[in-house]
């Protein structure tokens, strides 16, 4: 829409500066109004954006569809009241006539509307149909007339100014008379939308016709646009801003202020089509994704403020299909994540605490103020009670507001604590509620895999490769991350120099914050690693190994592990890079995994594909240790472990004995496969035992097949450091030269510990 025109100062960082400024601070913190409460509670209100320019394939109307063939034969605005409620809209803000001037009711201002259109013969009204929508289904309605008008020269952008100045009169009377009619012949307007401001006045009618109204920009403004059309507020989230910036009726995020004189809420705009305000033919692939919009519900709602979703009905006046289906998964996922808490309660004072049933996993909180009293907490903490102590689980929390979701790793307490660290007045906490937010149930649980790319149609490292470019990557379906080890190793050959981050395995979308995952080639020809959880905590970023550590134009083993919250890169089997998380981070979300490239920011497509070729992929649900790593050209095929090596001198062609550790391979009790592996040549091997404690267990080693080196172990005791699994091995090598070699081993069914 128009605002984005507007220049806005720097994001954040004012508000920051304002939080830390020096200024003496205020005694009582400003307080909203009755109706700014009541727009604050509604959180969700939802854009209906139809136009002329609907018919264009544009943003902007260029009045070059003639008015006979504007006809949505099929517009029901019932529909648009159900998609509103399916995802917890409490209000409908319709876009009544956009910058080209097009009246979408039976206005006598203008013949450029629906009047002179073939829809119902010339005598249909959507405001006055939308209108009584909303009352059957019990939601607010607001209104957008753009204050200017390209008819009258009055361009984007101009608050209703006339480039000629000896029409700014009549068009002054045009406008106030199109704002009259909206506001005394379709019932209560809950909000008026002025566009990139208004500077025609029009106090006057707003006073007596929509007292209660909530108005965006211009002189009589009561709320403010967040400053972008991403649907994000920045963090701290002030709702309160010093009165001289409340007076120009163009404030933003940019101006928030703790000591504000002026409560001012702000209103987060964003599209479903990303970006895209109006529909167009062929543009599905521009909806967000679910992912996309909890991530935006978080940075709105989650930050105390209202988030402002839009809607774009196409050419029979219905929301297409396509769009209906995302707006109920939206609307069932906050349900999910948010809809029952574990435990919730309230308090007045410097602390509040929360006792859960039982220990439980706990990983969101909930924490709303009385906002009738203004936002008193500057400052607090949350904590969890686990094991007898006290946990942080998150340190540095700034505003409340209305509403703030915090998250954090999950974490088993029986506890939850919020503790104020700076207020002006006592804290009113009306709700403090506690959730543990899992994964939505999809997905594939992360197995052992090997990917060759066997049908590649490049010449690879083995055989052939995947041949990645800007279009071309492969998906390997949505594997469950979550909080358990794993390893993702390849075979990289980049053509070009790296200048971003080019994604060698990812499963993400490209400007989302939340549950990154991404092992990519850097800037510098370096490798490079994140992994995020929902609250975007993770990895410090970036995470990389050194300058040329992947050169271009030729083959280099890649890979990266998990053990718990310790992260580490390897390059050609070597350990390249080492950091640790604060915590095992969860990463959650239902997008595939890609093999070249991740999730565009927008539809299917892939994005930030690297220029180069792919081989031998393998993913395992474990992290494989530095000695397995070692040999890429050796690793562990899926399902099973490199558990030992042995020695070329170990078993010679006249036969030899040797006692290797596989306790790597076999940590619990249970039923093994063991398969002894030479590099070159055969292996005769005359027996093998078992010994724990120096003792010999017979019978617990079995050979697989006769003449085979593929052995069944049965393992009945605990695995420990004092009681390792040795097997005793006595053995020749078959030829000239003894042969070195290594013992691979994968589990067969699982024992019950003694």
């Known amino acids: 829409m128009s605002r984005r025109r507007l220049p806005v100062p720097m994001l954040g960082a004012m508000a ?21 409460v009541e727009y604050m509670e509604m959180e969700r209100q939802m854009f209906v954006c139809l136009d002329p320019c609907t018919w264009q394939g544009r943003e902007y109307d260029d009045h070059s569809t003639p008015l006979e063939q504007i006809n949505p034969d099929k517009l029901d605005t019932e529909q648009w009241c159900r998609v509103a409620k399916s995802w917890g809209a409490k209000q409908i803000l319709f876009v009544a006539k956009h910058t080209g001037g097009f009246c979408w009711w039976q206005t006598e201002t203008s013949d450029y509307g629906i009047k002179n259109t073939p829809w119902k013969g010339g005598k249909g009204d959507v405001l006055a149909e939308l209108s009584a929508a909303c009352k059957r289904h019990g939601l607010k309605l607001a209104i957008y007339v753009y204050p200017g008008d390209e008819q009258w020269g009055a361009g984007i952008g101009s608050g209703g100014r006339t480039r000629d100045p000896s029409k700014q009169a009549a068009y002054d009377q045009v406008f106030r008379q199109q704002l009259t009619e909206v506001l005394t012949r379709y019932g209560e307007m809950s909000e008026v939308w002025f566009d990139g401001s208004c500077q025609i ?31 994000h507020a920045p963090y701290p989230a002030w709702q309160t801003v010093k009165r001289r910036d409340a007076e120009t009726g163009l404030s933003t995020s940019a101006h928030s202020d703790p000591d504000g004189e002026v409560w001012l809420p702000m209103e987060c705009d964003t599209t479903l089509l990303d970006h895209k305000w109006f529909w167009g033919a062929n543009t599905d692939q521009m909806l967000k994704s679910v992912d996309q919009l909890m991530d935006i ?110 998250m954090f790793r999950r974490t088993t307490i029986s506890r939850l604590r919020f503790i104020a660290t700076s207020t002006v ?88 914050a939340a549950n990154q995952f991404r092992l990519y080639l850097h800037e510098g020809s370096r490798l490079g690693f994140v992994i995020t959880d929902a609250a975007a905590q993770g990895t410090s970023y970036p995470f990389v190994t050194a300058s040329g550590s992947v050169p271009t134009g030729t083959w280099t083993h890649v890979a990266v592990t998990r053990r718990g919250s310790d992260i580490t890169l390897y390059v050609n089997g070597k350990e390249a890079g080492r950091t640790a998380t604060a915590g095992v981070v969860e990463h959650a ?55 030992a090596s042995w020695d070329a001198r170990a078993f010679p062609p006249g036969g030899g004995a040797a006692e290797l550790d596989l306790s790597a391979g076999v940590p619990q009790p249970g039923q093994y496969e063991i398969r002894f592996s030479p590099r070159t040549g055969r ?72």
């Open 589 to 643: 979300n239902a997008l595939e995994v890609r093999v070249g490239a991740a999730h565009a920011a927008q539809g299917d497509a892939g994005d930030y594909g690297i220029d180069g070729l792919i081989d031998d992929l393998r993913i395992y649900a474990r992290a494989l240790r530095a000695f397995e790593l070692a040999e890429p050209d050796r690793l562990p095929e899926a399902g099973w472990t490199k558990a």
């Open 683 to 754: 292996l005769e091997i005359e027996s093998v035992e078992l010994i724990i404690r120096g003792q010999v267990l017979p019978g617990r080693v079995r050979r697989l097949g006769p003449g085979e080196s593929a052995f069944g172990l049965q393992r009945i005791e605990q695995t420990s450091a004092e009681t390792p699994t040795i097997l005793a091995i006595k053995a020749r090598a078959t030829g000239e030269a003894s042969s070195g070699g290594d013992v691979f081993v994968r589990l067969q069914q699982q024992g019950a510990p003694r």
């Open 425 to 512: 007045g006592d804290p009113l906490i009306r709700r403090f509620a506690a959730f543990d937010v899992t994964a939505a149930p999809s997905g594939q649980p992360l197995e052992d895999q090997h990917h060759p790319f066997d049908s590649g149609t490049a010449p690879g490292r083995f055989g052939r490769a995947l041949d990645c470019t800007a279009s071309s990557f492969a998906s390997l379906g949505d594997l469950q991350i979550g909080e358990g080890d794993f390893t993702v190793a390849a075979w990289v050959f980049p053509r070009a120099s790296r200048t971003g981050q080019d994604r060698i395995v990812a499963k993400e979308r490209i400007g989302v």
């Open 201 to 231: 006045e029009v106090g006057d009618i707003l006073k007596r016709h929509a007292p209660r109204a909530m108005v965006l920009q211009g002189p009589h403004a009561t709320l403010r646009w967040v400053g972008n059309e991403a649907g």
């Open 297 to 406: 519900y978080a940075r709105s709602v989650g930050r105390g403020c209202v988030l402002l979703l839009n809607s774009t009905p196409d050419t029979t006046g219905l929301i297409p299909e396509s769009h209906v289906k995302i707006y109920e998964e939206f609307g069932r996922e906050i349900e999910r994540r948010y809809g029952t808490s574990l435990a919730e309660t309230s308090g007045t004072g410097m602390a509040v605490e929360l006792v859960l049933d039982r220990p439980t996993a706990v990983n969101r909180t909930i924490l709303q103020e009385d906002i009738r009293e203004g936002q008193r907490v500057r400052g607090y903490r949350i904590e969890g009670l686990a094991d007898g102590r006290w946990i942080p689980l998150r340190a540095d929390g700034l505003s409340i507001g209305h509403k703030q979701i915090d």
């Open 16 to 36: 920051v500066l304002a939080f830390q400024s020096s200024e003496p601070r205020v005694a009582e913190p400003a307080r909203p109004t009755r109706e700014q």
